[in-house]
């Protein structure tokens, strides 16, 4: 993602509390507060400028959703179509998801979405991905038994890389799509990228994978 500097980015942020949560340590265990209800939550790691979650906040207007994005310039264009759409579903946390840690507790989160993650291709920085396994074991610490991966890729590398890395953290492999645009799949949301690269005759990826728990 081409980042622009954007001085204005921070005091937008810091004045719209009820949309960028400040401080979302303070509601790890908790997040139900911060919605005032009961609802399932949804969250999108590295979620950019927020199409697709605001895409799925309207489509379901029963789950709580929380988009994670670490640049300040990136969080601000998902703020401003947030601040337009006033989703009380939809929350953002502009912070690193090597953190989530610091902000989910076990069983916090029912669901994660991985869209377009940065395909880090060099082996060094296989670490980097967002589903090498100290990731996959951090999802699993803030996720339901039996909670799911939903990941998206227009990168064959990168998604033959993390089917690798479910399947050998033991993750069950419930629903796969090489060509998720000519599949049966229904109402799919698209992302930023995906629209960009799609366009570009690329074809996206997608799978479900889902964390197994002791009755499984
Ligand atoms: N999900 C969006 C989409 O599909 O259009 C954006 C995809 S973009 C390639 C990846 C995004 O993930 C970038 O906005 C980047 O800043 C964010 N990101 C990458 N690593 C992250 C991390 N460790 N914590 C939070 N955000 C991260």
Redesign the pocket.
């Known amino acids: 993602?081409r980042?622009r500097n954007k001085p204005w980015a921070k005091d937008k942020i810091a004045e719209n509390p009820q949309y960028v949560v400040p401080n979302p340590a303070e509601y790890k265990g908790n997040w139900k507060e911060v919605f005032g209800n009961e609802n399932p939550l949804h969250i999108?790691?590295?979620?950019?400028?927020?199409?697709?979650l605001v895409g799925m906040a309207k489509q379901n207007p029963h789950i709580n959703y929380i988009g994670?994005?670490?640049?300040e310039s990136?969080?601000l264009s998902a703020l401003e179509r947030l601040i337009e759409e006033e989703l009380p579903n939809l929350k953002l946390l502009n912070?690193?998801?090597?953190h989530l840690s610091e902000f989910f507790a076990k069983n916090d989160v029912d669901r994660v979405?991985?869209?377009?993650?940065?395909p880090w291709p060099k082996k060094r920085h296989a670490k980097?991905r967002?589903t090498y396994k100290t990731f996959l074991s951090m999802y699993e610490n803030l996720l339901v038994d039996g909670g799911e991966i939903h990941f998206?890729t227009d990168n064959q590398g990168l998604f033959e890389y993390s089917l690798t890395s479910f399947s050998e953290y033991g993750l069950l492999l419930k629903y796969i799509s090489l060509d998720l645009h000519k599949s049966d799949f229904e109402g799919n949301v698209m992302?930023?990228?995906?629209?960009?690269f799609s366009q570009k005759g690329s074809r996206i990826y997608r799978c479900e994978v889902k964390y197994l728990n002791e009755k499984d």
């Open positions: 993602m980042l999108e790691v590295g979620t950019g400028k927020g199409q697709f994670i994005e670490m640049y990136v969080i912070v690193d998801a090597n979405y991985l869209n377009f993650s940065d980097r967002l998206k992302t930023e990228y995906e629209e960009k």
